[in-house]
C-alpha cells in the first residue's frame, strides 16, 4: 500500500474528511502522510481545489467503488478545469460497523445514519437485522458517527462507518463486518500539481482522459489499436459525457505502465496525434505492486534495438 | 420522449422517489405512464425489487449523469441479479431552483437541503450567492423540499430541488435556473421483466453487459471487433469492477440499433461466443429519436442478400 | 494425398500437361484419378477452358510454388471468367533428374533442355557440374524430356525433368536429386465446374478473391476484422492487380475450414456485405490433413447455442 | 517514369536480358541510366548475382505482372541472400508485335517463338488470327525475335516481341498491338547494393519483407495494426512460402511513403519489435508521381509536435 518511492516534497495533505472516512484511511496508510499535515474538506471539489490554490500539496480523493460518493465528482474534477496529476493510489478494505450510544440495544435503533453509498452496501444485512430501520443520510460515514458521538440532538439511534471511526469515539460497536459483499475494496489517488512525476518503480499505471475527433463506428476501435501495437493494456476505461451533455463523450482510461516506459510513451504520442485532445493525469505506482509483464517486443531495450536498426537504414 | 410504440401492457410504475424528483419528472414525459399508478420508491434498488417481486410492471431509474444519485446503483443492479431489460429511455432537462418556506430572504439562509448530488451541481451559484451557507445532505431533491413544505423542525432554510417540486407546496422559489453547467440532461430509463421487446423504430439503442473469458492485452480490442465487423457503434462504454473486487471487469455498453436489426443480432452472438457471459438489458427506442446510419453492406437487406448467397454457395 | 471423401461423379480429369510432368504426378496422386481418362493440355488456359467447356470434369493445375509455371495463371484464371472451384489439392514433392540418350556422359553435356521455373531450381547443381552447358527452354519439363527420347534433332543434349518423365523413356538418368532445396514442395489444385462441394472433413480449406469497395488505409485491416471477429485463419493471402493495370488490387485468399462450417460461412458473409465483391472458389480437404482447431467460441455447436440464445431474446 | 533525383553514382546497369526485352525498355527510361553501360544477364539471379559481386552497380528486373518472367524470382532473391536494396521503379506500357522474316505473310505462319508469359497475354489474339499456330517457348521475347532476325536455322515463323525488339532487326512487323488485355503494365524495379538511400520526394514507396514470431488466427491482423496505428497504406501485399516449404510464410509488402517519413520509421520500429524479423528492401520514387496524402495526426510535424508534448510530461 506504499509508493516504492516516498515523495518527499509533499508535506500538506488535504483529504475528502471528515477524519475517520475512509478516506482519511486511506490517507494514512500513504508512507510519505504519517506526521504530516492532513486537512479534511467537505467534498472532491473543495479538496482538489485547496490544491489547485497552493493551500496543500497533495489530495486523498475516492476514484473507482467508494462508500463516500466522490468518484464521478473525481473523474470530472480531474478532467477539467486546472490540470491536475495523480501520483499514487491506496486500496482501502471496506468493513462496516453499526455503533450506538453506550447502552443502545440493537432492537432499540429505529433509525440508521450513514452516507448514501454506504447505506447502498449494508442493505441487506440491515434488512435481515433492522427491517424496520429508517434511514437517514448523512455527509459521510464518519459524520454519522461524530453526530452520535456528540452532545446534539440526532435523528437516528445508530451509524453505519468505518470501524476506526466508532474506536475512541465513545460509541459502542453494535454489529462488525456488516457490508454485504465481502473482500470489497475502495481505490484511492493521490492527487499533486504537475510536476511531480514519480519514479518508475516496475508496477505502475498512467492515467489519461481521451478526447475523439469526431464520433464514428469504430473510433474507438481506432483508439485501441494504439495500445494494442504497442502491447500496452488498459485497467480501466469509462465513457463520459463531455460537458454534461449527452451524445458526446471522452474516454477515461488506466494503463498499465509509466509515461517513462518506452511503450507507454510511443503510445501516448500515438495518441496525442490521433485524438482531438489527450489529458494526461499522472503515472504512479500500482497500490496492488504487481509488476508489468511486457509482451514480446515491447520492453525499452526492444525499442533501444529498433530505434538502432533504423538509424542504420537510415544512415 | 416518447417511445414509436407505446408499451400497453406496463400499467403500474414504480420510481426513485419521493414525489417531485427529476425522475418522476421522466417518468411523466413517459407517454405511457399518463394516468397509470405510479409509485415512489426510496432507493433504485428498492424499485427494481419492486418491479421483481411483481409489485410494479416497469420502474424508472436515473442512469447516467444523474442529480439524484442512483447511476452506478443502477448498473449495478441491473448486472447482477434476476434478469430485467430496459424497455425505454427518456431525457429531462436539469434545471434547479432554490426555495424556501415563505418569508424567508435569500440572506436569510443559513443551510441548504438537497441531495448531494444536486448540491456538487449548484456549487458555483451557491459559493457566489450564499458563500457561508452549511449543507445539509437529504434523500433526494425532493425531500428536501417536502421537509421543508411540511410542519416539522428542519434544519435548513432552504432547498435546492427541480422546478416542479417547488410548486403547489406552498414553498417560495428564491433563485431559478442555479445550476452551473446549463445544458445539463439526465437520462433515466424504463425497466421491465424480461418479455417485453419494444418493436424496433429505426432509431433504437440496446443494452449489453460483457464479462471477458480472461484479461490480457487486446481483449477488450476483440470484443470491439464483434462490433466493428458488423459495422454497430457504441454510444456508452463502461469498464466496471466485477463483485465489488478490483482487478476483474465488466464491460457496460450501450450500442445503437435493435435486437431485431440483423447486424445487432449478429454481433450479440459473436460476443456471446467469445465472452464468458453476455447480459442482454435491452432493446429500445432512443429518447433522441436520432434514427440510425447502417454503414454500407450492414442493412438487414444486406444481410439477407448474402445469406442467400451462402445458401447458394452450399447448396 | 487424398480426400477424405472421393468425388466420384468426376470422370474425365485434365491436366497441365504433357504426360510426366509433375502436374500429372500430382494427378495420379489424386484417389479419385485411378483408372480415369486423362487429358493433358498445353497450358493452364487451355485446361480450364477444356473445363468450362465440359470437355474433361475436373482440371489438375499448380497453383503454388510450381516448376511448371501456371502459378500466375492460374489464380488469375480463377479470379475472372466463367466461375470454377476448387474442389481437392495435392502436394508433390518436387525433385529434379538430369537425364540424357544412352551414351552421353555427364561431361559431354553442352545444353540443357527444361521448363524455366525447374531450371531456375537447379541453377546451383548445374552451375557445379555442368558450368559451360546453355539452357534451351522447354514447354514443360516432360517436353524436354519426350524430345530427348523422341527420333527428332533437338538443340540440347540433357533434360532436367521428373523422375517419372525419364522412367520407361529409354533415357539415362545422369544424376538424380539435383534440385537446389531439399524438401521443396509443389501444390496443386484440383479444379472443377460450379455444383460440386466436397464434404466438410475437418480438415478443410476455403479459397476466395475479394474485391475491395475502394482503396484506403486500413481497409485490409477491415477486410481481417471479418476473418477475426469469427476466429478463422488465413493460410494465403496475394493482393493481386486487378485488370492488368497496377493501382487496383484484388486479394486472393485461403482460408482454414470449410463453407459449411458455421464460422467460415458467417465470415464470407460478412465479407460479401462489405467488399465490393466475393468470388468463391470452393471448399476441399487439406492435403496435408492438419485438423482445423477451433479457437474457443467458433465451433459449430457454439454458433447454434448463440443462435438458440439470439432467438430466445428476440422471442 | 522518372526519379525525382538521379542517383548519380550508378553507372554501371545490369538487366534482364537481351537487349530488346520489356525490361531493357524499363531501364531506358530510367534517367540515370542514359548513356550508362547496360549488361544483359540471362535470368533475374544471374543479375542481382552480378550486382552483389560488383559488375555491375545496379539491376533493373521485372517484380510485378511481367512478360519476361522473373517476378517470383525477383521477389525471392531480394527476400534471401545478401542483401540488397531496391532505389527505384519504373512502369513501362506493354504493347505486343508479331513479326517475322521479310515476305512472310500472316496466314503462311505455322510457329510463333515468344516467352511464355508473354504468349499468355496474345492467346486470345491467337486463337482468333492464327488457330493453327504452334507455340515455341523462346528464353525472352527479345530473344525469339533476334533467332529469327539472325541466320540460323529457326523452328518457328514469327516472334511475338515488344516493337523496339523489332525495329531495325530486319524483320516485318505483321500485326501491332496484339496484346489481350489493353493498358497493361509491367513494373520493374532499380536494385543497388545497401547504402544507396534515394532522398524522399513526397511520392514514396518502400518495400519489406516481413518473417513472423509464429502462425496464429489474428497474427497478419497484429502486423497490419503496427501500419494502421500509423496511418501507413499498403499498395502490395503478398504472403509467400519461407524456405521452399509449404505452411511457413513471410509477407511481402509495398507501403506508402519513405524510411525517413516519421510514421514509416515508427511504423518499421513497430514491426521490428513484433516480427521474428524484418528486411528493408528500400525507399524510392514512386513511377507514377502520386503524392502520398498523410492522414490526420500522421505527418513528420504532427510526430514532432507530439515528441515534445512528451518530452514536457517527462520533464
Given amino acids: 500500500m506504499t509508493p516504492a518511492r516516498p515523495l518527499e516534497h509533499l508535506r500538506r495533505f488535504g483529504y475528502l474528511g471528515p477524519r475517520g472516512t475512509f478516506t482519511q484511511m486511506a490517507l494514512e496508510a500513504w508512507t510519505g502522510a504519517a506526521g504530516s499535515e492532513q486537512l479534511p474538506y467537505g467534498s472532491v471539489d473543495a479538496a482538489l481545489d485547496a490544491l489547485r490554490g497552493g493551500a496543500v500539496d497533495a489530495a486523498m480523493v475516492p476514484i473507482e467503488n467508494s462508500v463516500e460518493g466522490g468518484v464521478s465528482a473525481t473523474l470530472d474534477a480531474l478532467a477539467t478545469g486546472e490540470p491536475l496529476v495523480v501520483v499514487g493510489e491506496v486500496l482501502v478494505p471496506i468493513t462496516f460497523v453499526l455503533c450506538a450510544r453506550p447502552g443502545t440495544s440493537l432492537g432499540a435503533v429505529r433509525a440508521v445514519g450513514t452516507h448514501s453509498h454506504a447505506w447502498a452496501q449494508v442493505r441487506r444485512w440491515v434488512g435481515a437485522h433492522?427491517?424496520?430501520?429508517?434511514?437517514?443520510?448523512?455527509?459521510?460515514?464518519?459524520?454519522?458517527?461524530?453526530?452520535?458521538?456528540?452532545?446534539g440532538e440526532v435523528v437516528f439511534d445508530a451509524a453505519v462507518c468505518a470501524p476506526g471511526a466508532a474506536t475512541g469515539s465513545g460509541?459502542?460497536?453494535l454489529a462488525r463486518d456488516i457490508g454485504d459483499s465481502s473482500g470489497a475494496v475502495t481505490r484511492f489517488v493521490l492527487v499533486a500539481r504537475p510536476g511531480t512525476l514519480p519514479a518508475p518503480t516496475g508496477a505502475d499505471k498512467t492515467t489519461v482522459v481521451l478526447y475523439q475527433q469526431e464520433d464514428h463506428p469504430g473510433g474507438l476501435l481506432e483508439l485501441l489499436e494504439q495500445f494494442a501495437s504497442r502491447g500496452v493494456n488498459l485497467t480501466r476505461l469509462e465513457s463520459r459525457p463531455v460537458g454534461g451533455q449527452m451524445g458526446r463523450y471522452c474516454f477515461s482510461i488506466d494503463l498499465e505502465g509509466h509515461v517513462n516506459d518506452a511503450r507507454v510513451g510511443e503510445t501516448l504520442m500515438g495518441l496525442k496525434r490521433v485524438c482531438a485532445d489527450v489529458r494526461f493525469l499522472g503515472s504512479y505506482a500500482r497500490a496492488d505492486g504487481v509488476?508489468?509483464?511486457?509482451?514480446?517486443?515491447?520492453?525499452?531495450?526492444?525499442?533501444?534495438?529498433?530505434?538502432?536498426?533504423?538509424?542504420?537504414l537510415r544512415a
Avoid at 291 to 312: H, N
Fill in 291 to 312: 509488476p508489468a509483464v511486457a509482451r514480446q517486443g515491447t520492453t525499452d531495450a526492444d525499442f533501444e534495438a529498433a530505434a538502432a536498426w533504423l538509424a542504420r
Fill in 171 to 173: 460509541l459502542e460497536v
Fill in 130 to 151: 433492522l427491517p424496520a430501520a429508517a434511514y437517514v443520510p448523512t455527509l459521510s460515514t464518519a459524520a454519522a458517527a461524530a453526530a452520535l458521538a456528540g452532545d
